[in-house]
């Protein structure tokens, strides 16, 4: 069985969260070895000890297999992060999904996406608002990824199908369970025309700790997120909050002083958040950017680190060029010797999060592995 059936496994089984699967990463790089493992070795790992009993039947082939035919037999696709398609963007997270469920067109992982979120009970001048930007921007070639929760989220979604664009809708449920109910025919027409996503499991329902997780996956994709309309508790502004955690700029929609919807919104404007009035003040942010994405949808951008620029020879671009920039970079730096997380951050110029989530995809791609003492080696 190949690693990445052992990671869907993974990902699927039960007690099986991010940071464990994180840790059996960091620890054993041959993901194929686990479906021997019994539950003595699981337990000796630091499982619980109903965790570890199950985990042996859980893993093996025939088990996973059945599980995926049941994706399959409803159309979803399933990428992970070890997918040479998995989204680059969403590799700089601080914790990116080791899997993502999709239906519909998942080409748009790939394509240029601007998040927009707000409040689940809009004014009218938010829903106007909304429905101009996301309609504006569809027009502008940008896919627009939402939340399809109720209010903003709905209205971002519907305007940029009325312009026949692209959108993406990241759910908090199982990729099968619509949520809200109201939504029924959204969703379906999203799944036929854009794209579905989630990180859950098929059959996953609804509740409030899985919507914020989804959030970190609409800032994740997205080169910037917009805040339409929002109330200074609303949970759109969690979106924000992981933009801004992954160095992705944040713009917000200015309302009136004594709405209490608008009140989220101004709190941002006032932390430096970019100030929006029509679609141009987002796209302008971007053009070099847009231009190149069109001539290539899988470009990232490469400004983001002007001092770790390396010059490859083009026998060594022959060998890593699947790697990511950000991968070359650290691996260029390790072929001159091994070096831990302090000297790599220093030269890479890289902060702690992208330097955490680029190590981490270097060991999934089995080009280096961790010694103690944190120290990188390249394989």
């Keep these: 069985m190949d690693e990445r059936s052992v990671l869907i496994g993974l990902h699927q089984a039960a007690g099986i969260g991010w940071k464990r699967i994180y840790d059996i990463l960091q620890q054993h790089a041959d993901l194929r070895e686990l479906p021997e493992w019994d539950a003595g070795r699981w337990r000796r790992l ?5 965790v570890a009993q199950s985990l042996p039947a859980q893993l093996q082939e025939e088990c996973i297999r059945e599980r995926l035919s049941l994706y399959y037999d409803k159309g979803i696709e399933i990428m992970t992060i070890m997918d040479e398609a998995y989204p680059i963007l969403m590799k700089e997270i601080a914790q990116p999904p080791w899997v993502l469920y999709t239906k519909g067109r998942q080409e748009l992982l790939s394509s240029f996406c601007i998040g927009m979120v707000g409040t689940r009970v ?70 036929e025309r854009g794209l579905i996503v989630s990180e859950y499991p098929i059959g996953t329902r609804s509740s409030p700790g899985l919507f914020p997780q989804r959030n970190r996956i609409i800032a994740g994709l997205s080169h910037g997120s917009i805040v339409v309309e929002a109330d200074v508790r609303s949970g759109s502004l969690i979106t924000a909050d992981y933009a801004m955690d992954s160095n992705r700029d944040v713009f917000a929609v200015p309302g009136p002083i004594t709405s209490p919807k608008s009140q989220g919104t101004l709190a941002l404007l006032k932390q430096g ?36 620029v390396v010059e490859l020879s083009s026998a060594i671009m022959s060998d890593i060029s699947y790697l990511t920039e950000d991968e070359k970079t650290i691996y260029l730096i390790l072929e001159q010797g091994d070096a831990n997380i302090d000297e ?12 955490h989530t680029v190590l981490l995809s270097l060991i999934i791609k089995k080009q280096i592995s961790q010694r103690s003492g944190a120290i990188y080696t390249l394989i």
């Excluded at 630091?46 to 109903?50: E, I």
């Excluded at 971007?286 to 994405?293: A, E, G, T, V």
């Excluded at 790599?344 to 330097?355: V, Y």
């Design 46 to 50: 630091g499982m619980p000890d109903k």
């Design 122 to 191: 809009p004014t009218a001048y938010g829903r106007k608002v909304a429905e101009l930007l996301a309609g504006d921007m569809a027009e502008r070639g940008v896919t627009v990824v939402s939340g399809m929760a109720r209010g903003i989220d709905s209205v971002c979604h519907e305007a940029v199908l009325q312009k026949n664009g692209n959108t993406i809708a990241v759910l908090g449920t199982g990729i099968n369970v619509i949520y809200p109910p109201e939504n029924r025919s959204l969703y379906h027409t999203i799944a």
């Design 273 to 308: 958040a970019i100030l929006v009035t029509e679609a141009a003040d987002i796209t302008k942010e971007y053009d070099s950017i847009l231009l190149n994405w069109c001539d290539n949808p899988y470009k990232k951008e490469e400004n983001g680190h002007p001092d770790a």
């Design 344 to 355: 790599l951050q220093l030269q890479s110029k890289f902060d702690f999060g992208l330097l």
